[in-house]
């Protein structure tokens, strides 16, 4: 079964600096997802990559296949970015299930 | 836009009673999800189903069980709900691919 960890837990970020949050999982996949969840409970996909970068907006997520590595970066960070941010993992054909890590809590500060 | 819908942001329930949570999704999506969150677990799936009338055990199954008798239908059954079910519960839909899931709201359970 894959294994996913992400880093930090908690992270808290002066309004405009620049974020990193990491994502590794144990198990080769077929695509890695990026969501969103804020306070109140709804989730919204953010990103789906199975190789390379991916740019929206001031949202950015790579993805190296090879070392099983996953980074989501928030450029000139924003109050209104403060939310759980949760990697998952698709193993593949065959599967129909996603593997979550157990996300990393942003808050930004004016 | 994708549509998922739960039919209750919040409830509360008292012990051993039958709790029924409705997901309907209006994107004609086969597959459909139940999961529950928990402050440091993460995401945990409970079941899911892949066409209507099939369902498959997630990783928590347990005190739980599901209906699925129309495609944008699946409901979420506690047959005697206890303490430790009190949790955010989360549907999605999706379609197979890369599996891109579309999450509903979430409904916040609290059994007393």
């Known amino acids: 079964k894959n294994e996913v960890e992400q880093s930090p837990q908690n992270l808290t970020a002066q309004e405009g600096e620049f974020i990193t949050i990491n994502c590794s999982y144990s198990v080769g996949i077929s695509a890695l997802h990026w969501l969103q969840q804020h306070p109140g409970g709804g989730i919204v996909s953010l990103f789906m990559l199975s190789s390379g970068k991916k740019k929206h907006g001031r949202l950015i997520a790579t993805i190296n296949i090879q070392e099983k590595h996953s980074s989501l970066h928030i450029t000139a960070s924003h109050p209104r970015d403060s939310a759980v941010y949760i990697c998952?993992?698709?193993?593949?054909?065959?599967?129909?299930?996603?593997?979550f890590g157990k996300g990393t809590k942003l808050s930004v500060i004016p | 836009d994708v549509k998922v819908t739960q039919s209750s942001r919040y409830l509360v329930k008292r012990t051993g009673e039958k709790v029924f949570l409705e997901c309907v999704q209006d994107?004609?999506?086969?597959?459909m999800f139940w999961y529950r969150q928990d402050p440091g677990l993460g995401l945990r799936l409970i079941y899911f189903s892949y066409d209507v009338k099939m369902k498959e055990k997630g990783d928590i199954p347990e005190g739980y069980s599901v209906s699925r008798e129309k495609k944008e239908r699946f409901s979420l059954i506690l047959e005697s709900a206890s303490t430790n079910q009190t949790s955010m519960y989360l549907c999605a839909s999706g379609t197979g691919g890369f599996y891109e899931q579309y999450f509903g709201p979430g409904t916040r359970l609290t059994v007393t």
């Open positions: 994107m004609d999506h086969e597959n």
């Open positions: 998952a993992a698709y193993s593949g054909a065959g599967s129909y299930q996603l593997t």
